[in-house]
């Protein structure tokens, strides 16, 4: 009985060999925590690198086509694009430059102190998510806030809409001023959308028609079309602009820039 007893024992709890399990255990765990520790800080690391490389740019090729990527890679004479859901390899030949993506950001509470209509220009950008800036960039560089104005090719009001174009967005008095501004921040807000807020595209479209810019897979290389980009953007990013200094120094660099991508997207001049 004493002998089964013994047995059991020793099956069931063998002995141990004195220190041996108490070190393996002790350099296991502390193995584990340098583990743990080491995950920990390179978990802010990683995410950093992510956000970092998921903000796109975009490719321009020769044909004018814009390609947007989070990420590419120049091997030998081929580049190696990283797309939203895919990738590519295209020919270094065929690129003709790689642009930072222009994201427009809505603002919540712009300053609108001394704008005409301003009532109606914050209600519609609240409406509609558009930077009340933007709307008033626009306005300016359409009707100069005349709210009678009629172009050569029909488009009428603030934000000179053709008649078609009201139609569709249900504006029934196309004169009215808070009914012209509604009306042309649900198409603004339209053309950011179906272009992932590229500024300068949804103004191009907005200018010469979408038909044109799918035509052309980029900015039409129309001069009144060209000049309008320009101009857009130029006050929208002076209104943007903290100070008069900054504004001076805003304005030049943006007309640079604005001329070197136009630069880049056309090739001939023409007429709408």
């Known amino acids: ?20 399990f108490n070190f393996r255990f002790r350099a296991n765990g502390a193995l584990q925590a340098c583990t743990v520790l080491y995950a920990l800080f390179l978990i802010p690391v990683f ?10 740019e975009y490719v ?31 020919p270094a030949s065929e690129v003709i430059a790689i642009e930072p993506e222009e994201v427009f950001q809505s603002e919540n509470k712009p300053a609108l102190e001394g704008i005409p209509f ?20 626009v306005i300016s560089a359409e009707s100069k806030f005349n709210p009678k ?13 053709l008649p078609e174009t009201a139609t569709r967005f249900g ?26 807020d590229d500024l300068a595209l949804a103004l191009a479209a907005y200018n010469a028609g979408p038909k044109r810019v799918e035509q052309y897979k980029s900015i039409p290389p129309f001069r009144e079309t060209i000049s309008y980009v320009r101009r857009v953007q130029k006050a929208y990013n002076a209104r943007k ?14 007309s640079s820039s604005a001329a070197s991508a136009v ?8 007429s709408l």
């Open 60 to 90: 321009v090729l020769r044909s004018g086509q814009r390609l947007a990527v989070i990420g590419y890679q120049l091997v030998g004479d081929t580049y190696k694009l990283t797309l939203r859901g895919g990738s590519a390899e295209l």
């Open 171 to 196: 504006v029934t008095n196309i004169f009215d001023p808070q009914q012209n501004i509604e009306g042309g921040t649900k198409y603004l807000r339209e053309l950011l959308d179906h272009y992932h």
């Open 118 to 137: 301003s009532d109606f220009i914050a209600s519609a950008a609240k409406n509609h998510s558009v930077d009340a800036d933007l709307i008033v960039s």
């Open 1 to 20: 009985m004493r002998l089964t007893r013994l047995a059991l024992s020793e099956n069931v709890a063998p002995r141990l060999r004195p220190g041996l």
């Open 241 to 254: 602009s903290p100070s008069p200094a900054q504004n001076s120094s805003r304005q030049r660099a943006t």
């Open 263 to 270: 630069a880049k997207h056309t090739t001939t001049g023409g």
């Open 149 to 161: 104005a009629v172009s050569r090719k029909n488009a009428r009001g603030l934000m000179q809409l």
């Open 47 to 56: 995410a950093l690198f992510f956000a970092q490389s998921a903000r796109a």
